[in-house]
């Protein structure tokens, strides 16, 4: 980045930091959020600061826009994060026995944790979570297909460590 290019992206931060934190401080719940929002905003600005205009006012307005971008974020987040909380506390109110507790289950859990992460989580999701391998390529943000391939893997895996722990 040349340096004139940064000195103007310092200079339009610095004119608009106040307003922008205000207009975040005004429209979350959690102080601190408006501070994390702001440091996002900033890190956008940088990553993008060859789309800085150069007309003050326009650079409010593009400050203004990536700041609604970024809440907006946030707030889908934090939507999506009250939902699986609520969903959570539902079936553990009429599941409550659902977890791996019991002590002959160990070797399964034993298992799971060693699989290779990209494993793991897929196989944790569908088994201990409910979710089918459709879903929890969403939720993983894998292709379908993907997922069936490193489903298929993982199971393979967990025969191979499930049989070695019986011979022991």
């Known amino acids: 980045?040349?340096?004139?290019?940064?000195?103007?992206?310092?200079?339009?931060l610095r004119r608009n930091h106040d307003d922008l934190l205000a207009y975040f401080e005004r429209r979350v719940h959690v102080r601190e959020?408006?501070?994390?929002?702001?440091?996002?905003t900033f890190l956008q600005v940088w990553r993008r600061h060859?789309?800085?205009?150069?007309?003050?006012?326009?650079?409010?307005?593009?400050?203004?826009?990536?700041?609604?971008?970024?809440?907006?974020?946030?707030?889908?987040?934090?939507?999506?994060?009250t939902?699986?909380?609520?969903?959570?506390?539902?079936?553990m109110a009429v599941n409550p026995g659902?977890?791996?507790?019991?002590?002959?289950?160990?070797?399964?859990?034993?298992?799971?944790?060693r699989l290779h992460v990209a494993h793991r989580e897929l196989v944790m999701l569908i088994h201990w979570d409910g979710f089918t391998v459709v879903e929890a390529a969403e939720v993983l943000g894998l292709n379908p297909s993907t997922a069936r391939?490193?489903?298929?893997?993982?199971?393979?895996?967990?025969?191979?460590?499930?049989a070695d722990a019986a011979c022991t």
Request: charged share 30%; aromatic share 4%.
């Open 1 to 12: 980045m040349k340096p004139e290019a940064r000195a103007e992206v310092r200079a339009c």
């Open 33 to 40: 959020d408006a501070a994390d929002l702001l440091g996002e």
């Open 50 to 81: 060859e789309s800085l205009p150069v007309d003050p006012t326009r650079q409010r307005m593009w400050l203004f826009t990536i700041a609604a971008n970024l809440l907006a974020n946030h707030r889908r987040s934090g939507r999506r994060r």
């Open 83 to 91: 939902a699986l909380t609520e969903r959570l506390k539902s079936q």
């Open 98 to 113: 659902a977890r791996l507790d019991a002590p002959e289950q160990s070797a399964v859990r034993d298992a799971v944790l």
């Open 149 to 162: 391939g490193r489903y298929a893997a993982a199971r393979q895996a967990l025969r191979e460590a499930l």
